[in-house]
């Protein structure tokens, strides 16, 4: 089993910044794409960036050049930085990831809440 476990959120103004962190930990034996979900009140969980396990990116248009993914593998964690923090950025923020144990299976953290509002 893979306990992904986000450390991170808060409170923040508009203009601020925050840097997300997703530790896995468990009997791992590899960890492939890892990413970062978010999900506001009243609308569906949303991607809000991915990485590969060669650090290829992908982000959505809501977040490009504010939003940084990035990872560590030997620590398995994943981060995220989030720059130029808008309102419309308030979510709980869920971090997922493809890992092998036995067998290959998605893995999904408990969520860590952003609230953005001066």
């Known amino acids: 089993q893979v306990q992904l476990v986000e450390s991170g959120g808060g409170l923040v103004q508009p203009g601020g910044s925050l840097r997300l962190s997703c530790a896995a930990s468990?009997?791992?034996?590899?960890?492939?794409?890892m990413g970062w979900y978010r999900q506001a009140p009243g609308k569906q969980r949303e991607l809000v960036a991915a990485?590969?396990?060669?650090?290829?990116?992908n982000y959505a248009d809501s977040v490009k050049g504010r939003f940084t993914i990035s990872r560590d593998n030997a620590k398995n964690t994943l981060y995220l930085q989030m720059n130029s923090l808008k309102p419309e950025d308030t979510a709980v923020y869920y971090c997922?990831?493809?890992?092998?144990?036995?067998?290959?299976?998605?893995?999904w953290g408990q969520g860590t809440q952003v609230t953005v509002s001066s």
């Open positions: 997922t990831a493809r890992a092998r144990t036995n067998t290959m299976n998605d893995y």
């Open positions: 468990g009997r791992i034996f590899s960890i492939n794409g």
């Open positions: 990485i590969t396990s060669g650090a290829s990116t």
